[in-house]
């Protein structure tokens, strides 16, 4: 469960009034590919 505005909801409550749940936040994982940080990665 999720606390939004003081509110307690579940995954199915929130989806319910959102589209998509990445439209609320999210991380994707990417690698540098130039000079030193070639092979690192990242979070964003």
Do not use: F, Y
């Amino acid at each position: 469960m999720a606390v939004i505005l003081g509110k307690q909801m579940t995954r199915e409550e929130i989806l319910r009034r959102v589209g998509d749940i990445s439209q609320l936040g999210g991380v994707r994982v990417a690698e540098l590919l130039d000079g030193l940080e070639r092979g690192v990665r990242i979070a964003e």
